[in-house]
């Protein structure tokens, strides 16, 4: 093209900082899975806001899309480019500085392109917490967890990434600079701005650093795993170790006796927690700001309430670190050994908390019905009603032939997520991989109001077009 | 008018149900303090949100103006309407069914013209907690402290309202029925319009109903009071109960020593917590989930270090509920001691935590400046960053003349806001009181962010015209 978009964008963030050949654009282009690559006029790599308003404004002018991107760790696509290579990538990876640390206020104000790690460990050396914490914590960058609206394991207490962000600073699809990097708890003046950016996957603007909530960090952490008869006396487990330990339940995960089988065979020297096999585990942690032996007293006494209520059928406590993590490593081995497998059928869903036992049974039955031996992984956050649902062939039935099952079994998932008044992507969003079921599932109501808020934000499309809606 | 609006409005709701005379009406048309009184050419009370939608609906076709309106306590003139006649106050109190409380999800759905209180009442009904609580709960309605965005005495531990929403019914402006009653902790799937209609003040479209948060219900609240020489002192303490207590601490409010004296003048009987005066105190709330002896212990071990820092100068613990309730006594009786004192010019403002002793320093100095002898009576809800920070005039001179200069030192307190990064609404929103400030203190990027959702999800520009924007 002769537009002179390349000579600009060089004139903005200097020569070395735009990458059009092949094997430089390469890295930006697959996703994090590999299912998915893309083609783009260039990866244009900005040092500071100004330089990415700079850019989204030459791109205005001369409607050249934009596909932001942080580490390329997403699960849904929305962060690559699509097929016809006129987009330009955005990588906020150089805006990566920790501006300030507030101890007093509770708050770090970093840049879009800080790993999630670097944000832990700048809020542990300041003595505090920062809890979001995921299994790409180590590559994905804040700016793309504020975009998603990313999950993980410390939700049930401290909320998603949404409830961690107090301020943000982004470049509008004008790109124009609006500066909200407030450290506020209360702040009522007009429309809430901020919770419409996070979340939107780079379709209404550019998130170019934020305010984030820091916690007091918690003295000890305990794990216990304990053995369940049912679903259905997790949910139960649940609701009576939350009233016996309040907010000092910082995680709860379910996990079937198929899930551990897995792990078992692909990684037998794990150690195994119980002599005998029970159908479903829940995996509890506790954070103490009193002391290890605090929490260890508390959690005891919780669950044996449990066992002599029959709701518990077996149960440790990890009594060191090495123990804790031994537990840990059972639930985190879950996805590892479904990838040694083979290739599975991922469902990323919610439904609230106390239809969880149902729509287990009822999917599970259904998809028994349509598809004979089938094998469900079904493993999650409970505490957050959120399960990674998981679907793998009959034995006998090769992985990769199964996926040719996708399409149907994606149906059935979500048409009894959506019966269970459920969320068809409770973490991960919808990028542009679940974008055509999403009609299925939003009313046409919704759907406008979506429409109308991208129009009026982003009213030439060309914030990363071809996601979400 | 003869454009047919009250006969089809009669025939929506019933002909009780739509008020027009002078005497009907007024009670709708007058904001809480007695401020304003606007005019409306009729009162409108919908039983359903099928019966809102269809008022809406004749709104938009007849081009009049809508003022939603709950339990009418608001501090900012936003649900009441202007002075030009015009408008219909669109009344939610009819809608006051609590439609479901699931205790296995913490969820209850209720509907927008339903009590505060009534809500708190019945999740303690079903042995859980609903957090949010403030001065207004016995008359306020839900749907209004959604639109507000309310704050109150929880912010804390449990956050502000949008925090304790999961999802919303509502009817846009165009009266189609937006039903997004998910109870969901974890929902990725498209922009977050719930947190565009929350602390929107009716401007966009109106709440008919929510799903609201519950929480385990404490074993018990431990109050204390801490004598501190300053501010600062006050944010060092802060940090150190934080750090000891964790999320066990759930309420943490300053008070000024000119506070507590206007307490102790107009309302003698109240005790004196301590022989001697100090500059500043600290009210502390402890909630255990443990037992009473467990909150004590943990809130006393945390003074105690405290007085050994000498962070702080003299505390009691409260050991009976007698006790407790006659410290928060001290402080509820604020306001009430300033409204007996005369009136007074008020600021409802937030600032970093880590700034507040700076702000009170600084804008102190700055009033005593221009109006020496001048009384600032200043407490809030110091671990939200939010201060209740009012002006009372030098002694000499009379409550309402002071008033005139309402205009000149609301400037002051809100230049001082600004320079430190702070709100000048915290918790009470915007309305048509402060929405020609708004201007001066947001930058016109977010002004124009803000317009354009409004002329997006309300192009007619029929809701609650005149209020925020």
Same mark, same amino acid.
């Given at each position: 093209m002769t537009d002179g978009f390349i000579e600009r964008c060089s004139a903005i963030?200097?020569?070395?900082?735009v990458l059009v050949d092949e094997h430089d654009t390469a890295p930006y282009l697959t996703d994090w899975r590999g299912r998915f690559t893309g083609r783009a006029r260039a990866v244009v790599r900005p040092a500071s806001t100004a330089e990415v308003a700079a850019v989204v404004r030459l791109c205005a002018e001369l409607r050249v899309p934009i596909v932001p991107q942080g580490g390329?760790?997403? =699960?849904?696509? /929305?962060s690559v480019p699509d097929a016809a290579g006129d987009a330009v990538v955005l990588s906020l990876?150089?805006?990566?500085?920790?501006r300030t640390v507030d101890t007093f206020n509770r708050t770090m104000t970093v840049e879009a392109g800080c790993i999630l790690q670097d944000i832990q460990r700048a809020a542990v050396d300041h003595g505090?917490?920062?809890?979001?914490?995921?299994?790409a914590e180590g590559s994905c960058t804040i700016g793309g967890n504020l975009s998603t609206n990313a999950g993980g394991?410390?939700? =049930?207490?401290? /909320?998603n990434t949404r409830e961690l962000c107090l301020g943000l600073e982004v470049v509008t699809a004008q790109g124009e600079v609006w500066d909200a990097l407030r450290g506020l708890r209360?702040?009522?003046?007009?429309?809430?701005l901020r919770d419409l950016y996070v979340g939107a996957e780079g379709t209404l603007g550019v998130i170019t650093a934020a305010v984030l909530k820091l916690f007091p960090q918690p003295k000890a952490a305990i794990t216990a795993l304990v053995a369940l008869a049912t679903p259905r006396d997790a949910l139960a487990l649940l609701k009576l170790v939350e009233g016996e330990c309040g907010p000092t339940l910082t995680g709860y995960e379910l996990m079937s006796d198929v899930s551990l089988r897995l792990v078992a065979s692909h990684f037998p020297d794990l150690p195994k927690p119980f002599p005998e096999r029970y159908p479903q585990y829940a995996l509890l942690e506790l954070s103490s700001h009193e002391s290890e032996a605090h929490g260890v007293a508390l959690l005891e006494r919780a669950i044996e309430r449990a066992l002599e209520d029959g709701l518990a059928q077996d149960a440790v406590v990890a009594t060191s670190i090495a123990q804790s993590r031994a537990l840990w490593a059972i639930r985190e081995h879950i996805p590892l050994a479904q990838a040694a497998a083979g290739k599975n059928i991922k469902h990323d869903i919610s439904v609230p908390i106390s239809r969880i036992a149902d729509f287990i049974e009822t999917t599970d039955a259904q998809l028994e019905a349509d598809y004979p031996g089938v094998q469900v992984v079904c493993f999650g956050h409970l505490g957050d009603g959120n399960l990674h649902y998981n679907v793998a062939p009959p034995e006998g039935i090769r992985h990769d032939d199964f996926l040719a099952e996708q399409g149907p079994i994606n149906r059935i998932v979500h048409d009894s997520v959506a019966a269970h008044?459920?969320?068809?992507?409770?973490?991960?969003?919808?990028?542009?991989?679940k974008r055509d079921e999403l009609p299925r599932y939003k009313s046409p109501v919704e759907l406008q109001l979506m429409r109308a808020i991208k129009a009026a934000l982003d009213p030439l499309g060309i914030m990363n077009p071809g996601k979400i809606l």
């Amino acid at each position: 093209m002769t537009d002179g978009f390349i000579e600009r964008c060089s004139a903005i963030v200097g020569p070395t900082n735009v990458l059009v050949d092949e094997h430089d654009t390469a890295p930006y282009l697959t996703d994090w899975r590999g299912r998915f690559t893309g083609r783009a006029r260039a990866v244009v790599r900005p040092a500071s806001t100004a330089e990415v308003a700079a850019v989204v404004r030459l791109c205005a002018e001369l409607r050249v899309p934009i596909v932001p991107q942080g580490g390329r760790t997403g =699960l849904v696509l /929305g962060s690559v480019p699509d097929a016809a290579g006129d987009a330009v990538v955005l990588s906020l990876r150089r805006l990566n500085r920790i501006r300030t640390v507030d101890t007093f206020n509770r708050t770090m104000t970093v840049e879009a392109g800080c790993i999630l790690q670097d944000i832990q460990r700048a809020a542990v050396d300041h003595g505090m917490l920062f809890p979001l914490s995921l299994a790409a914590e180590g590559s994905c960058t804040i700016g793309g967890n504020l975009s998603t609206n990313a999950g993980g394991t410390g939700v =049930l207490r401290y /909320g998603n990434t949404r409830e961690l962000c107090l301020g943000l600073e982004v470049v509008t699809a004008q790109g124009e600079v609006w500066d909200a990097l407030r450290g506020l708890r209360k702040d009522n003046t007009g429309y809430d701005l901020r919770d419409l950016y996070v979340g939107a996957e780079g379709t209404l603007g550019v998130i170019t650093a934020a305010v984030l909530k820091l916690f007091p960090q918690p003295k000890a952490a305990i794990t216990a795993l304990v053995a369940l008869a049912t679903p259905r006396d997790a949910l139960a487990l649940l609701k009576l170790v939350e009233g016996e330990c309040g907010p000092t339940l910082t995680g709860y995960e379910l996990m079937s006796d198929v899930s551990l089988r897995l792990v078992a065979s692909h990684f037998p020297d794990l150690p195994k927690p119980f002599p005998e096999r029970y159908p479903q585990y829940a995996l509890l942690e506790l954070s103490s700001h009193e002391s290890e032996a605090h929490g260890v007293a508390l959690l005891e006494r919780a669950i044996e309430r449990a066992l002599e209520d029959g709701l518990a059928q077996d149960a440790v406590v990890a009594t060191s670190i090495a123990q804790s993590r031994a537990l840990w490593a059972i639930r985190e081995h879950i996805p590892l050994a479904q990838a040694a497998a083979g290739k599975n059928i991922k469902h990323d869903i919610s439904v609230p908390i106390s239809r969880i036992a149902d729509f287990i049974e009822t999917t599970d039955a259904q998809l028994e019905a349509d598809y004979p031996g089938v094998q469900v992984v079904c493993f999650g956050h409970l505490g957050d009603g959120n399960l990674h649902y998981n679907v793998a062939p009959p034995e006998g039935i090769r992985h990769d032939d199964f996926l040719a099952e996708q399409g149907p079994i994606n149906r059935i998932v979500h048409d009894s997520v959506a019966a269970h008044g459920g969320s068809i992507s409770a973490e991960h969003g919808i990028g542009a991989l679940k974008r055509d079921e999403l009609p299925r599932y939003k009313s046409p109501v919704e759907l406008q109001l979506m429409r109308a808020i991208k129009a009026a934000l982003d009213p030439l499309g060309i914030m990363n077009p071809g996601k979400i809606l």
